[in-house]
C-alpha cells in the first residue's frame, strides 16, 4: 500500500516555510524521509523509528503520529538548495520500503 | 556514511541489445539491495529484491527473464536488461540496506538507459 503525501506540489519563496504530509492506511513503525533532485537519485534525510519521534536536519524536521498513521516533514525558512522532490517511505509487511507519490517543491528567489 | 554506487550512470544502446547496470555498497556490507525504476515525474517503482547468494524476488508485473539479477557478494547487484527496447528507457535506480538501529536504505546515484 503506498502512503499518500500531499500536497503534490508547493512552490515558495525563499524564506518561507512549507510541510508535506505523508498518511498510511497501514500501521506504520517506521517513516524515511528522501530528497531527489532532478535527474538524480534519492538523497536520505532521515528516519523517524517511533510514535512522536520528531527530528532535524538543517532546517528540515520531521515528526511522526504512529496513532494516526502519519509523518509531517517541516521546511523552515526555505532555502533554494531545498527544491526538488520529497518522498516519504515505509517499509511494507514484505520488508520493501514503498514510497509515496512525492511532493514537488520549488522555491524560488 | 553511507555510500552506494553506481555503474554507468548513462548508457545509450541499440535495440535488442543487453546492458549491464553494477550496484556497489562502498563502505557497508548490503545483505538486500533494491532496483527501482523511474519514469519522468513519477515515483519510484520497486522492480525487485536482491539477496546475497539468493535467487532475487519480482514485483508483480516486472519479468524475470527481461531484468536479470545477481546478487554476488555482500557488496554487489547486477541488473541486466536482456535485449533492451526503446520502451525500457527509464532512469534505474539501486538501494541498499543498510540494518541496525536506522535500517534505512542508501540509494545510488542511477542509471539513465536510453534505448534507440
Known amino acids: 500500500q503506498q502512503p499518500v503525501q500531499s500536497p503534490q506540489a508547493v512552490i515558495l519563496r525563499e524564506g518561507e516555510d512549507a510541510v508535506i504530509n505523508c498518511s498510511s492506511s497501514?500501521?506504520?513503525?517506521?517513516v524515511h524521509w528522501y530528497r531527489q533532485k532532478h535527474g538524480e537519485a534519492p538523497v536520505f534525510l532521515m528516519i523517524?523509528?517511533?510514535?512522536?519521534e520528531q527530528k532535524g536536519h538543517e532546517k528540515i524536521s520531521a515528526s511522526f503520529n504512529e496513532k494516526k498513521q502519519q509523518s509531517s516533514l517541516y521546511l523552515t525558512a526555505s532555502q533554494l538548495s531545498y527544491s526538488g522532490t520529497y518522498f516519504c517511505g515505509a517499509y511494507n509487511q514484505g520488508g520493501k520500503l514503498i514510497f509515496g507519490q512525492g511532493t514537488e517543491l520549488s522555491v524560488k528567489p | 556514511g553511507a555510500v552506494v554506487s553506481q555503474h554507468p550512470s548513462r548508457v545509450i544502446c541499440k535495440s535488442g541489445t543487453s546492458v549491464k547496470i553494477e550496484c556497489r555498497s562502498l563502505d557497508f556490507q548490503a545483505t538486500t539491495m533494491f532496483w527501482y525504476r523511474q519514469f519522468p515525474k513519477q515515483s519510484l517503482m520497486l522492480m525487485a529484491t536482491?539477496?546475497?547468494?539468493?535467487?532475487?524476488?519480482?514485483e508483480q508485473g516486472v519479468e524475470k527473464d527481461k531484468f536479470l539479477i545477481n546478487h554476488a557478494s555482500l557488496t554487489l547487484s547486477t541488473l541486466t536488461v536482456t535485449s533492451a527496447h526503446p520502451e525500457d528507457s527509464s532512469f534505474y535506480i539501486c538501494?541498499?540496506?543498510?540494518?541496525?538501529?536506522?535500517?534505512?536504505?542508501?540509494f545510488g546515484p542511477g542509471t539513465r538507459l536510453t534505448v534507440l
Open positions: 523517524l523509528l517511533k510514535g512522536g
Open positions: 536482491s539477496n546475497e547468494g539468493s535467487k532475487a524476488t519480482y
Open positions: 538501494s541498499a540496506r543498510k540494518g541496525g538501529l536506522a535500517d534505512t536504505q542508501y
Open positions: 497501514k500501521a506504520l513503525y517506521s
